[in-house]
């Protein structure tokens, strides 16, 4: 059968939305943080140590956008899939970061352009803060726990 007509696509469900919702509202509090810690932290390091100070506070935020970020976008690009494929892209990109993570990290440890303090410091606030924000937003997201079944004209279940 051909029909010009578009196929309905499916509704996704309440709790679907909901949870895609917060975790939008993460991403989009994490980035805020970020952009808020990149712009204090290069000003205070090169404050505090010059324009090596202005490359840990970057370096540590890119860090922190790294760390932080994947397991966000993770799960919201994945909220509608199944438990088991939202666990694997979870945990695919959890080793991912750390694998990058750790990789930036040795390329730079010998390399002497940056603060290290400063990187750290902004790394440690730019991740511990974002962990509070992500639990802000699930606290405060309102998910269903259960979803009403679809009642037909009957008022039957359909």
């Known amino acids: 059968m051909t029909s010009s007509d578009p196929q309905p696509t499916p509704a996704r469900s309440t709790s679907s939305a909901a949870a895609d919702a917060v975790f939008r509202r993460a991403l989009r509090d994490m980035l805020l943080l970020l952009a808020v810690l990149s712009v204090l932290g290069v000003g205070i390091g090169a404050l505090v140590a010059g ?22 976008v993770s799960m919201l690009r994945t909220s509608g899939s199944t438990p088991q494929a939202m666990a694997g892209v979870v945990m695919g990109a959890w080793l991912a970061k750390i694998v990058v993570v750790i990789v930036v990290l040795a390329v730079l440890r010998d390399l002497d352009f940056y603060d290290r303090t400063v990187l750290a410091i902004v790394l440690i606030l730019g991740v511990l803060g974002s962990a509070l924000l992500d639990y802000r937003a699930v606290a405060n997201g309102r998910v269903p726990y259960v979803e009403p079944a679809d009642r037909g004209p009957d008022g039957a279940s359909a």
């Open 51 to 72: 324009s090596a100070g202005v490359w840990g506070a970057l370096i540590g935020v890119g860090l922190a956008l790294v760390f932080s970020g994947t397991t966000v």
